[in-house]
């Protein structure tokens, strides 16, 4: 069993922006624990010549910080060139959602192959982590060494404010109901058509009901002031791991109607003013319309407990001992 815990994070994309920013949180989280923690942010998944550029780059950093373990933020080319770059440290994967999942508006060779690579990666992980049983099951082989364990939420960051103080920061009439829905870079999966019928059913009913869609350029400081501000999130995605936007929305008790995706249904057990309803407009509206017709906060504060940050930066500092002392 080694002392305090070195990990390697490899996280594709660049180091600022809303990319990936719950894998540069839990980065947080693991530091705040004790855990020393260095980001490499994989610049291409794409290009030959730039990741034989990386190589070099990852190589020199090992070099430099000498970790315990090596940590892979996703599957595809980022898992499969951490377990290859790695070479003899022992390497955690984290598989979040379209790295596994069949996801209908992602067709084609690229995205079978992006598959494939993420499978093949799982044969060379020391440890793996799903965000969701269901994608845990996605898994071709190595299904006995993956720990279902969500990205976590950061409780201090997401919690309940005044709603009347975060409308009058962002400008929103105090009165009208509000949607929010989160279309992020892929808005064909997260199914922006669906949630933009059930909110059209939602307005022959009620009146002025806004939906306010994020595009995923919001900056990350500004989701805490976006949820305490809506009345209402909504989720018609096709496809999902784990999304972190339910547990932030929990966190800031605000309530939630979303269709059966990823780990949704099991996240808002027992959450008052949640609901889950079938992929059609009719109810989908019909639950928007039991929750905005009395807008009202959620008891979401205490499940999201269960998946807060500090609680998933503890058990993956367990991991990183037993597999940085095997």
Known sequence: MIG???ALFVIPGEAAGSSMVFARRQADALCASGVEVESFFLKSRTSPVVLCREWKRFRAVVAAFRPHVVHGHFGTMT????????RDLPVVITYRGSDLNVVPTARGPRAWLGRLLSQAAALGATRIICVSPALRDRLWWRRSIATVLPSGVDLDRFRPRSQRL???VLGWPVARRVILFNSGSDVRNKRLDLAEDAVAHVRRRLGDVHLEVLRG??????MPLLMNAADCLLITSDAEGSP???Q??????????SVAVGDVAERMEGVPRT??????PASLAQALVELLDEPRRSGGRAKAEECSAARVAGELARIYRLVGAA
Request: aromatic content about 6%; cysteine-free; glycine content about 0%.
């Open 4 to 6: 305090t815990p070195r």
């Open 79 to 86: 898992a499969f060139f951490t377990v290859l770059a790695a």
């Open 166 to 168: 975060a409308r009058r």
């Open 217 to 222: 350029d919001v900056e990350p400081e500004r």
């Open 244 to 246: 972190s936007v339910v």
């Open 248 to 257: 932030e929305a929990l966190a800031s008790n605000l309530p939630i109607v």
């Open 275 to 280: 609901r889950i309803a079938r992929r059609d």
